[in-house]
Each structure stands twice: as structure tokens, then as C-alpha cells.
């Protein structure tokens, strides 16, 4: 069976992931309010950690959230060094 030739990878596309990772905090959060009338309920049935695992994805996407917003300014400012030190492209005729 002959071998089909490799291609170069295609370039990682790129997300948005501050949306993204903000609204996982967000259901992180209404889920914690969810739950939070029922942990009497919850912990009667073995399942009281429940809001407080909730509470814990909030805060760790809060987390998240500051890193991926500071991620995507310093990429940012990454590219507009990158452009701001290119030569002018010289025009061939």
C-alpha cells in the first residue's frame, strides 16, 4: 500500500477564550446558587459538597479568566511590536 506524502500541519486556530472560560465561570456560579437552597437536601443524600465544588470551579475560573485576558494582551502587544519593527515591504515591478 503506498503511502500518501505528508502535508505541513495547518496553523492552530485561534479561539476566543476569554468568552469562552467566562462563561464557564458564569455556570460555575449559577450553578453554586442552584444548589444552595437544596444543601440541606443534598447533604441528607450524601451529596453536601456539591455547591461548594460549584463555588470552588467559580473561583478557579475567576482565575482562569485573569490569565486568559492577560494571555491575550501580551499577544497583542506581541504582534504590534512584531509589525511596528517589520522593514516596508519594497515593491517589486
Not at 48 to 58: E, K
Request: aromatic share 8%; proline share 11%; with cysteine.
Amino acid at each position: 500500500m503506498p503511502k500518501t506524502p505528508l502535508r505541513p500541519s495547518p496553523p492552530p486556530l485561534e479561539a476566543n477564550d476569554v468568552m469562552i472560560v467566562g462563561s464557564g465561570t458564569v455556570l460555575w456560579f449559577v450553578a453554586f446558587l442552584v444548589l444552595l437552597p437544596f444543601h440541606s437536601t443534598l447533604d441528607r443524600n450524601g451529596h453536601g459538597n456539591w455547591p461548594w465544588i460549584c463555588l470552588a470551579g467559580g473561583c478557579l475560573g475567576l482565575i482562569g479568566l485573569w490569565y486568559c485576558r492577560a494571555r491575550r494582551d501580551a499577544i497583542r502587544r506581541s504582534e504590534a511590536a512584531a509589525q511596528d519593527t517589520e522593514p516596508p515591504a519594497t515593491r517589486l515591478d
